[in-house]
């Protein structure tokens, strides 16, 4: 971030200078023309003026270099003081995230086992109560999973790491989802290529889960599910027929607790979805439908068996 942010503000003062040097040149330029006009109709002066304004341009270039290394050290001064906060106003949100999600896993796992026992008695209104805790609880301990998640780092260090065929991670989940579509009167189309990656298997599961719920909520008729590899990417995509996202949200539905108007759940499953993308090396975007809808692609490089 910080070296971005670098590079911006000397691409700005390097345009600002380019036109302040344009300028300087035009006008020495002119001085020397006025001061030589009754000679420059000659050979040697106009030989002379040439050399001069090659001076000229070599003495603008010299002072430029120093000018343009202090300004880069300054901007990144400027840029370290400006971005400093933001880390740290991030690393608390982590911290924060992390130390709230370990203290709640604890209760929650003894609320979950507690229900579990009880459920042995009889009692009908007793055993659906416990039903209800039991599954309240361990919905609980999901979010309490997934904010742990977006509280390390993406990377592949987070991932336990083996070759996935991305076809057959398809397929199950897509059967995993049939039946679901075929009660909201959803049709599940279905097209898979072999494509090798070295990742996370139950991480990418979840986040081809993730993608299908959300599919799920927004289609009208139709999901398109595919896998497909041109030898160096590997790709997933995930298309419904629904109304689309807007062009303005697609950066933001990505973000945690982010929620559309009458969208359901605590808004981090893209969240999440997007972590794994990020901590397998690859990217996940959305966009237009060709149908109409939204379009998720994810990328991932693909691993050689060579």
């Known amino acids: 971030m910080i070296a971005r942010l670098v590079t911006r503000y000397l691409l700005l003062f390097l345009v600002v200078l380019i036109a302040l040097d344009i300028v300087a040149y035009i006008f020495v330029g002119r001085i020397y023309a006025s001061e030589l ?24 270039a010299l002072f430029n270099l120093p000018l343009i290394a202090l300004v880069g050290l300054l901007s990144h001064v400027l840029a370290r003081v400006t971005i400093r906060p933001l880390e ?11 130390e709230a999600a370990h203290e709640l896993r604890s209760p929650l796992a ?20 416990l039903t209800t805790i039991e599954n309240t609880a361990l919905d609980a301990s999901e979010i309490v999973a997934d904010l742990l998640t977006l509280a390390r780092e993406p990377t592949k260090q987070a991932l336990h790491r083996e070759i996935v065929d991305l076809a057959i991670l398809t397929q199950q989940c897509a059967r995993e989802f ?33 993608l299908l719920e959300n599919a799920l909520r927004q289609a009208r008729s139709v999901i398109r599910l595919r896998s497909l590899s041109n030898g160096r990417i590997a790709e997933i995509t ?18 945690r607790f982010y929620r559309a108007n009458g969208s359901e759940g ?11 993308a990020y901590a397998h090396g690859g990217a996940l975007t959305v966009s237009d439908a060709d149908h109409g809808g939204a379009l998720f692609r994810l990328k991932l490089p693909v691993v050689t068996t060579r």
């Open 178 to 210: 049939e039946k679901r579509a075929v009660n909201h009167s959803i049709a599940l189309v279905v097209q898979t290529e072999s494509a090798l990656v070295a990742g996370d298997e139950r991480r990418l599961r979840e986040l081809l889960r993730n």
């Open 110 to 129: 003894t609320i979950a086992a507690l229900a579990q026992a009880a459920q042995a008695q009889h009692d009908a209104d007793l055993h659906a109560s």
């Open 88 to 98: 740290m106003a991030r690393q608390r949100e982590r911290d924060f995230a992390a």
């Open 37 to 60: 006009q009754p000679a420059l109709g000659t050979p040697e002066y106009a030989r002379a003026y040439a050399l001069a304004m090659r001076n000229v341009a070599v003495t603008i």
């Open 266 to 276: 605590l808004g981090l499953g893209l969240a999440i979805a997007r972590w794994i």
């Open 238 to 255: 995930v298309e419904d027929d629904g109304t689309g996202i807007e062009a303005e949200v697609r950066e933001r539905i990505f973000e």
